[in-house]
């Protein structure tokens, strides 16, 4: 082909290829201790792609402001230090609160938002590791009971000796907040991807299925890949947060009934939902579940799919998820066990 042709082809194709896909706006904040990075794809009604990305990203601050365990002045903040007295919440704080209750209660208990004293003993909120003793142990987990937490429309009561924390699911809710404000701009696809938690709308620009990549909990490649439309898809693993002391490994997702590391044989669970409130509760859930028990509460349930990696590296995957979960190289040869 003469050069001329070449040319009037690529330009051709590059006018087709503007024409035809929709532009990308990406964004990246660090925010809700984490790295963030919003993708939304092609503009919407009266707004530009890039508008409606820079708007998405100012409600995550107005979430992390609102939320933050750690921030003075967040609503969290205020309820921990109101000594049993009743506190007024805005409406985000009061909308989760009043979800994660219900996901506590669904989960037993396995979820509770009022482990945050012993997470803090244990000092994953500072750095300051440390093996609380037996009897600390004890003490904490008897304050942990999320029953006690009072919620009335804004006006939130939690006993004076407990302290709560959404922080097992402010961002899966953060994705939820953002997916529908997005689509209220008129976005029709997006990526969202809030640090272990992704957050899809629609198809991907191609019109295909996004492609969510699951870490392999040692390597830290990607083990898998799950193929989901407007979905979330939401990984707890003890790779995340630990820290090790003589010989023994301790993780930040707790079992609230030992106030202790959940040692299950779990290294990671992801679930893969259309709510990203309950795949992020149900992540940490299941985790402190177990295999058998967070098999069991699926097939109760079933209006979500999981993948578990244990510790000995099989991967277990819900019935639901056979034709659109698949290995990736080098981890082909694995096993994959399907939960019926
Ligand atoms: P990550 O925030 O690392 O993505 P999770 O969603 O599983 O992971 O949330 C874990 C966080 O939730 C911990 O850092 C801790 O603050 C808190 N947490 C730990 N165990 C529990 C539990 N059983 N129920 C509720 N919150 C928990
Ligand atoms: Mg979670």
Redesign the pocket.
Known sequence: MGRLAKVLLCTVLAVCLSGCAPKEYTGQIFAMDTFMQLTVYGDGEGVTGQQAMQSAQSRVYELEAALSVTRENSDVHKINGSCGQTVTVGEDTAALLGRALELCEQTGG????T??PA?QAWG?TTGAHRVPAGDELLELSEKIDYTRVKLEETAVTVPNEMQI?L??VA?GYTGDVLAAHLREMGIQSACLSL???IHTIGTNPKGEAWRVGIQHPTTGGALAVVEVTDKAVVT?GNY??YFEENGETYW?????DTASP?RTGLVSVTVIGTEGTRC?AL???L??MGLDEGSEFWRAHGDFEAVFVTDEEEIYITGGLKDSFSLLEPYQELEVRVIE
């Open positions: 396995a979820l509770d938002i482990a945050y997470v994953f924390d922080g097992a961002k640090g272990g938690n707890s995340q947060r930040h997702i707790l079992d609230p959940a992020d992540s940490t859930a985790f402190v």
